[in-house]
């Protein structure tokens, strides 16, 4: 077992609704990332979390926001939900710093149905 | 921002032979180049990776090379086995943050 855990594991939200998607890092980590998975491609990055700062994202719309807490739980919030936001929606914690593996931890992911 | 590409896009194999699996990346400060598996409903897991300093490493049946100079690296699996199925990705990056995924690589081991 990784120690990733995220919750909830499946829900079905309708367009224009929003969402709240949570994370616990595996312990000893001090960075969690999220992505989103649409079926059949590769995991998007979304963005990234260092010390509960924000410190790299890609390319999706200001919508999308998250949280990282003193504990390096996180958060990730999906405003204005639209049909195409229908993914998986993977955690990532891992340990950057001097002697950092680089490795990504995921936990199970958040299959998100917009209707 | 760095551009991933993968070929191929899918690869079927009998058992017992070799895959290869090549990943080309643009950004040229990247120094981390690691493969994850994903099996069917599964997480993403890393199987094995190489830092700039390195040309190869080897991990049993799986390899990997890296060749910085013309921006590539490739997975090896050797002897393959019915549970290697799975989707391959690439995600070359900068002192492992902000990893950028490649669009996959499905592998199919056929007994």
């Known amino acids: 077992e990784t120690g990733v855990t995220q919750s909830p594991t499946h829900l079905i939200k309708t367009r224009g609704q929003q969402v709240t998607l949570r994370c616990s890092s595996q312990?000893?980590?001090?960075?969690v990332s999220w992505y989103q998975q649409a079926l059949g491609q590769g995991p998007q990055f979304i963005f990234q979390?260092?010390?509960?700062?924000?410190?790299g994202r890609g390319n999706f719309p200001p919508r999308f926001s998250g949280l990282q807490f003193p504990n390096y739980s996180s958060e990730l919030n999906v405003n204005a939900l639209e049909l195409d936001d229908s993914a998986l929606y993977l955690c990532?914690?891992?340990?950057?710093?001097?002697?950092?593996?680089?490795?990504?931890?995921f936990g199970e992911g958040s299959r998100l149905t917009v209707l | 921002g760095e551009n991933v590409e993968q070929h191929p896009s899918t690869l079927s194999v009998q058992e017992g032979d070799s895959a290869v699996i090549k990943c080309t990346y643009s950004?040229?400060?990247?120094?981390?180049f690691p493969w994850y598996k994903q099996e069917l409903g599964k997480r993403p897991q890393l199987i094995i990776d190489?830092?700039?300093?390195?040309g190869e490493k080897k991990d049993q049946r799986i390899a990997v090379t890296l060749n910085k100079t013309a921006k590539h690296f490739s997975l090896h699996i050797t002897e393959t086995q019915p549970e290697d199925s799975a989707v391959y990705f690439c995600?070359?990056?900068?002192?492992?943050?902000?990893?950028?995924f490649g669009p996959g690589t499905r592998l199919s081991v056929l007994p």
């Open positions: 990532a914690s891992s340990l950057v710093g001097v002697s950092n593996t680089g490795e990504l931890f």
């Open positions: 312990s000893g980590h001090n960075t």
């Open positions: 979390y260092y010390r509960e700062e924000e410190n």
């Open positions: 950004d040229s400060a990247s120094n981390y």
């Open positions: 190489i830092r700039s300093n390195v």
């Open positions: 995600a070359p990056n900068n002192y492992g943050q902000n990893f950028v």
